[in-house]
């Protein structure tokens, strides 16, 4: 009953028909800034875009905000520090090398995956071979 005026879940993560994913704005009173409004996204992703576009540096300034919690969007502010790499480009700058760690993660994974399942299967060989053919191990 208390949570009768809650926003329907999937209004979270559907985009409404119309309305664009990503918006960039050029800030047209501080020098190489600019915003950028990310729709049906929270902290999660927009942390990590700030974290990655203040390691780069020709970025002077990156912050975002999430403006109402029941409103999913997300306003990412950057700065850089010259006219010849703007925002937009540090942006997708940033993208890129968060897509390439995904990619470098997602590989790892799938090889520590095949590395565990190997010892695993090798490791219940050894169980039922030990079970079939050998005598069980003295007590000590």
Not at 5 to 11: H, I, K, Q, S, V
Not at 73 to 81: A, F, K, M, P, S
Not at 86 to 94: D, H, K, M, R, S
Request: aromatic fraction near 6%; include cysteine.
């Amino acid at each position: 009953m208390a949570d009768d005026n809650l926003p329907d879940r999937f209004e979270a993560v559907v985009l409404p028909e119309g309305v664009r994913k990503l918006r960039y704005e050029p800030d047209t009173k501080v020098e190489h800034c600019g915003t950028f409004y990310i729709e049906r996204e929270d902290h999660t992703l927009a942390n990590l875009i700030r974290a990655q576009l203040l390691r780069d540096d020709n970025v002077l300034f990156a912050a975002y905000r999430v403006p109402h919690p029941l409103e999913h969007l997300v306003v990412l502010r950057v700065q850089t520090r010259s006219a010849r790499y703007t925002p937009l480009e540090a942006f997708c700058a940033a993208l890129a090398a968060l897509k390439n760690e995904a990619h470098v993660l997602e590989d790892e994974l799938a090889s520590e995956v095949q590395r565990w399942a190997a010892v695993r299967q090798t490791a219940t060989s050894a169980t039922a071979g030990a079970a079939v053919g050998a005598p069980p191990a003295a007590p000590r």
